[in-house]
């Protein structure tokens, strides 16, 4: 779902709707309301954890640092 990988067949359902199906914009809709967690400590190390936990809040939303710090 996140992207890593395009399927060679089958469906992705998400709330009953075929993500395989979705357009670009549909697709980082879906991504906003999901999290995903790396397996083996895959974060960024040249950020801070706190820079690592903001990330997705720095790509998907126009909230102030201050607002992403409480949230992170």
Excluded: C, H, W
């Excluded at 996140?2 to 009953?16: A, H, Q, R």
């Excluded at 706190?50 to 790509?59: A, D, I, K, R, T």
């Amino acid at each position: 779902m996140v992207g890593l990988f395009e399927p060679d067949e089958g469906e992705i359902l998400y709330n009953g709707e075929n993500f395989t199906k979705m357009n670009q914009n549909e697709k980082t809709e879906i991504r906003k309301q999901i999290g995903m967690l790396f397996r083996g400590s895959a974060l960024f190390d040249s950020l801070t954890v706190q820079e690592n936990v903001m990330f997705p809040l720095n790509m998907f939303t126009t909230l102030a640092n201050q607002k992403k710090v409480e949230k992170g």
